[in-house]
Every structure is written in C-alpha cells, then in structure tokens.
C-alpha cells in the first residue's frame, strides 16, 4: 500500500516535472508545477509532515503559483521562440542528464541500505502542535528574522512594481 | 503494509533537482527559469523532510518551512523584477536582457 502510493505520486510528480522543463508555454509549465507540488504534498503526508503538507498546498500550491499565473497572463507571455543551438548540445544534452542522473541514484542507494524503511506513521512529530513548540522556543531568533524578510519583501515588491522608470 | 526504502525519496528528490538544473540551464523565457527554481527548492523540501523522518526529529520540518517562507518572499520581489524588468524592454527572453555584458 505505501509503496503503491510512493510509486503513483513520485511518478506523477517526475512526469509533472519534466513537463515543466519540455513545455514552451509558460502557463502549461505552472500548470505542470502545480502538479508537482500537489504530489509532493502527499508524499509530505506519507513522511508524517502534515503541517508541513498543508502549507504546501496553502503556500507553494495555493499563493505562490496563483502569483506566477498572474504575472504571466499580465505579460500576455507568448510560447518560447525556438532557438538554434550547437550540435554538441543536440547529441549530448539528454544523454549526459540520464546519465548524471543515474550516478546520483546509485551514489544514493549504496549510501542508504534498505533496512532504513518508511511506512505511513512511522513518525507522528509533524503535528502542527510540535512545529509551533518548537518555533516558538528554540527557533524564536529566525521565526522573528523571517518575518522582518517577508516586511521588506512586501515594500520592496511593492516599489518595484509601481516605480515608473524611465 | 510494505515498507518504502529512504532511499527512493533522496533518489525522487535528487531527480526533481536536477529537472530543475535542467530546466534553468535550458529555458529562454525569465519566468519559466523562475519556475524551475521553485522546483529546486521544492526538491530540497523533500530531502529535508525525508531526514525529519530519519531521525524522528521535528527540526527538518522548521527548515522546509523557512526554505518555504523565503521561497514565497522571493517569488514575489522576483515577479515584480520581471514586471518591470518587461515594462522597460517588452520581452521575457533573457539572452536579450543584456545590458550589464557591455
């Protein structure tokens, strides 16, 4: 059962990725992009992150991608031109993506054997009881430094955005 | 109930990465490059909380939700570079936003 679902939603999301990178259109790639955080939202559950789950579709899912859609359909961005590329690109592009993937997969499973093994609430520390215990005591300093990032990204998109220049 | 091996999700994550590299490295148009970094950061999300597992411990958790925090506060200054930036030039293409080579 867990690995049926790792499988169907690793799966969607590795194809949602790809589509992001293949398509031309930019609202097809967001399209895409959504997908890959949905999954990845589930996949977040089956670690046992559910608030973590939540803000991925509430933040990643939800505002981040909604902003992207905004943006292109204000550009009214057309389809990407085609661009003439070397040949050396043409013939070794993918191959060496393939193979520079497969490197890491074994690079990856020869450092983690298989007897360290994930099932569905193998660990139920993600709650969203756990995560503000522990923002709010151990990770005060950088709780408080994020929201003062987020103030000055707030006015900063702001004056950039409405600044007329010449 | 079969088990998942941890290594299925490094190896997940390490794939959707380097789709994001990928599609960086590939891409002409600055707002599917902006894409493409958001599923880099999404990549790494993944990889943090995969160890959050692996260590029964919450502090992966608080790191995929500062990666998230300063995800969404760079999509939105970065989106109002790229309106601006086409409100000055009119394209999106990035070989001809060149102005900093010469």
Same mark, same amino acid.
């Given at each position: ?15 949602? +990725? ?17 997908? &890959? ?20 579709? /509430? ?55 298989? !007897? ?23 990770? *005060? ?8 990032? =987020?103030? /000055? ?5 702001? =004056? ?5 220049? !010449? | 109930?079969?088990?998942?091996? /941890? ?7 390490? &794939? ?14 600055? =707002?599917? &490059?902006? *894409?493409?970094?958001?599923? *880099? ?17 919450? !502090? ?8 998230? &925090?300063?995800? +969404? ?21 990035? !070989?001809?936003?060149?102005? *900093?080579?010469?």
């Amino acid at each position: 059962m867990n690995v049926i679902l790792f499988l169907i939603f690793a799966i969607i999301a590795v194809v949602c +990725a790809i589509n992001v990178v293949v398509q031309t259109h930019p609202i097809s790639s967001a399209i895409s992009l959504v997908g &890959v955080m949905g999954s990845l939202a589930i996949l977040y559950l089956l670690l046992g992150a559910e608030f973590i789950a939540a803000a991925q579709v /509430i933040v990643y899912a939800g505002a981040v991608m909604v902003l992207f859609i905004f943006v292109i359909m204000l550009l009214n961005a057309g389809a990407e031109v085609k661009q003439g590329r070397s040949v050396v690109v043409h013939l070794l592009g993918v191959p060496l993506l393939i193979a520079f993937l497969g490197l890491v997969a074994y690079f990856v499973q020869r450092l983690f054997p298989r !007897d360290v093994e994930v099932t569905f609430g193998g660990f139920t520390g993600g709650t969203a009881q756990a995560i503000g215990r522990a923002l709010f005591t151990t990770y *005060m300093l950088p709780f408080e430094i994020t929201s003062i990032l =987020v103030l /000055i990204a707030i006015v900063g998109a702001i =004056v950039l955005a409405r600044k007329e220049m !010449d | 109930m079969a088990a998942i091996p /941890i290594s299925w999700f490094l190896t997940l994550s390490a &794939v959707l990465f380097a789709l994001g590299v990928a599609g960086f490295l590939f891409r002409r148009n600055i =707002v599917t &490059v902006f *894409m493409s970094i958001e599923l *880099m950061l999404n990549a790494v999300n993944l990889t943090f909380i995969t160890f959050s597992y692996h260590f029964k411990s919450v !502090d992966g958790h608080l790191f995929a939700f500062f990666v998230m &925090v300063v995800a +969404a506060a760079e999509a939105a200054v970065g989106l109002a570079i790229i309106l601006t930036v086409f409100k000055n030039r009119s394209t999106l293409n990035i !070989d001809a936003i060149d102005s *900093m080579k010469n």
